[in-house]
């Protein structure tokens, strides 16, 4: 883990692991996108987004989630992938 993260989960108390479970909970219980998860989560603990960005950006399953949902929304331009 970065220290930055290792720094918010000492100031903060929050736990990188927790928060992304919390997101997955709320992603599959709500029938939600990941960005509304995110958002709602960080309303729902009164965390910053800029916090939970940072977890975020440390995590490569939830932010290759949050990749494939951008680019469907086409907020994001596709990237080529293999067929299996």
């Keep these: 883990m970065s220290k930055k993260i290792e720094k918010l989960k000492l100031e903060l108390g929050i736990n ?3 928060v992304f479970a919390s ?4 992603v599959s219980s709500c029938n939600t996108t990941y960005s509304d998860a ?3 989560y ?5 965390s ?3 916090t939970v960005a940072d977890l975020v950006k440390n995590n490569p399953k939830l932010k290759q989630a949050l990749q494939l949902e951008y680019e469907a929304l086409n907020m ?3 990237t080529s992938r293999l067929p299996i």
């Excluded at 960080?42 to 009164?46: E, G, K, L, V, W």
């Design 16 to 18: 990188p692991e927790e």
């Design 23 to 26: 997101i997955e909970r709320i």
């Design 48 to 50: 910053e987004i800029e």
């Design 42 to 46: 960080c309303q729902t603990s009164n």
């Design 38 to 40: 995110i958002v709602h």
């Design 76 to 78: 994001l331009p596709k």
